[in-house]
Every structure is written in structure tokens, then in C-alpha cells.
């Protein structure tokens, strides 16, 4: 009898498992609120887990919360639905279920609630301008004839031989240059290079005298002979100069060792 009855019990057991088992409808909101950064945009899911029907969703504030869509028919299925923060302040989104119900044939009613909190935009780091280095002519030459080169100087001139048809102008500076290399100076008085960097410019002029070949080698020995006689008078003044230091120390010299003598020769007497 005992056998019969466990036999029985097992048996109902088994036809338990055996029957399939629905699982219980609902429809669900992935989240109940967002915080959005004013311009950007956010989003949350409605799912129905065995269940169909239309959903309806609006937003108390369009101009604060703005909704991607408004309408959505789901059968065991989700929407995602993008909100964008148009600007500062909260806004409540709704989802009315309007005709859904679950796969049992249970009524789902009611809505759901997605809280919006739109804040402002991070202050923006100030992005510091690029400081532009001013233009800097750093040198300027005419080859075979040094021009002797200053920043501040912008004129110059060179004498050349009056057949002299090219000159090769040396230049550099920081920034655009314009007028150097080889120039052609047949029929000209006087060469311009141009130095250029954004807005900033500089023009340094190069004016050519023509001479006949004895003058230039004329000129030439002259500007020998007076760096030569410059050379020559300071060490002229170097040499007195030495000579009139060395005289003044050794009156110096003598007129101390006198007085001491003079001392000596007093004590002596007394």
C-alpha cells in the first residue's frame, strides 16, 4: 500500500515539472531619473517582458526636456527613447500605458515617471592666444662687400665697379625675405630687400655708387691707410700712457724713500 501511494506521489510530481509555466507580465523603465548636461543628450529604455501594447510618452517641459519620440507599440520587446537638455531646470517625463496587457490576458494600466535634471554647461577653459615673436632681422651682407650690419641701420651703400651687373645680397631673419640672393644691378641705384612676418615689415635699401676701377682700388687704399693711422695713434697714446704711469710711480717711489731719510736723519740729531 505504502508503495502505491510513493508511485502516486511521484507521478503527480512529475506531471508539475511537466506543465509549463508562464512567467508573470509587466512592463518595466530602465531608470526613474537623468541628470543632462545642458546641450547633450541621455537616454533610458521601456521594455515589456511578456506583454504587448502602445505606450505613450510626453514631457511636461519641452522647451527644458525634449523626447526623441512619443509613441511606441512594443510586443515582448523595448524602445529606447533619447531625451536632450534644451536648458536649465526639470522636467518630468511620463509613460502612460495605454493598451497593454500581458500575454495571460492581465490588464496593465497606470504610467511611469523618468525625473530630468538639466544642468548647465562646464565653464569653458579659456584657451590663451599664441603670442607671436615680433620680426628680427638678424643679418644683412653683400658678398665681397661687408656692409657692416645693424639692426636699426636700414640704409647703406656700396661702391662697385661701374660694369658690376650682379651682386649676391646675404640675408636672415625670422621670418619672409624678399630681394636677397643674386640681384641684378644693371641700370639701378640702389637695391631693397624686404623682411616680412604676419603684418610687420622692414626694408633695408643697399644704394650703389659707381666707380671706375683706380677709384675703387684708390678708395680702397685710403680706408687702409686710415684704419692703419688708427691703429698707429693708439698705440702712440697706449705707449705714453705707459711711459707717464711708469715716470709718475718712480718720482713716487723716490720722493718716499726722501722722506724717510729726512725722518732718519732728524732722529739721528736728536
Known amino acids: ?27 518595466t ?21 511578456n506583454s504587448a501594447g502602445r ?13 526623441s519620440t512619443t ?47 538639466v544642468v548647465a554647461k562646464p565653464a569653458a577653459t579659456p584657451v590663451k592666444p599664441k603670442v607671436e615673436e615680433p620680426l628680427k632681422v638678424t643679418g644683412l651682407n653683400v658678398i665681397g662687400y661687408p656692409l657692416g650690419f645693424e639692426a636699426t641701420k636700414k640704409e647703406y651703400a656700396i661702391d662697385v665697379e661701374e660694369t658690376l651687373e650682379d651682386i649676391y645680397v646675404e640675408a636672415a631673419s625670422n621670418g619672409s625675405i624678399a630681394g636677397a640672393g643674386k640681384v641684378n644691378i644693371k641700370d639701378k641705384e640702389e637695391v ?20 671706375e676701377k683706380e677709384k675703387i682700388v684708390e ?14 695713434n693708439i698705440f702712440i697714446i697706449t ?15 723716490i720722493l718716499s724713500k726722501l722722506g724717510k731719510k729726512k725722518n732718519k736723519d732728524e732722529v739721528a740729531k736728536e
Do not use: W
Not at 508503495?3 to 506531471?15: E, N, P, R, S
Not at 678708395?219 to 698707429?232: L, M, R, T
Open 55 to 67: 505606450v505613450d510618452i510626453s514631457t511636461s517641459n519641452a522647451g527644458i526636456a525634449k523626447i
Open 1 to 27: 500500500m505504502k508503495k502505491k501511494i510513493t508511485t502516486l506521489l511521484i507521478c503527480l510530481v512529475m506531471l508539475f515539472i511537466a506543465i509549463p509555466v508562464e512567467a508573470a507580465g509587466s512592463l
Open 239 to 253: 705707449t705714453m700712457l705707459f711711459f707717464i704711469t711708469t715716470i709718475v710711480f718712480g718720482l713716487l717711489f
Open 71 to 117: 509613441s511606441s507599440f512594443l510586443d515582448n520587446s523595448s524602445v529606447t527613447v533619447k531625451v536632450t537638455g534644451v536648458k536649465v531646470g526639470t522636467a518630468t517625463i511620463t509613460i502612460k500605458l495605454t493598451d497593454v496587457a500581458t500575454y495571460d490576458g492581465q490588464v496593465l494600466s497606470g504610467t511611469r515617471t523618468v525625473k530630468i535634471n
Open 192 to 211: 631693397n630687400v624686404t623682411f616680412t612676418k604676419g603684418a610687420e615689415a622692414q626694408i633695408f635699401k643697399i644704394k650703389i655708387n659707381r666707380h
Open 219 to 232: 678708395k680702397e687704399i685710403v680706408k687702409e691707410v686710415q684704419v692703419k693711422v688708427k691703429e698707429f
Open 29 to 49: 523603465v530602465s531608470t526613474g531619473s537623468l541628470s543632462i548636461t545642458q546641450g547633450s543628450t541621455k537616454s533610458f529604455t521601456i521594455k515589456a517582458n
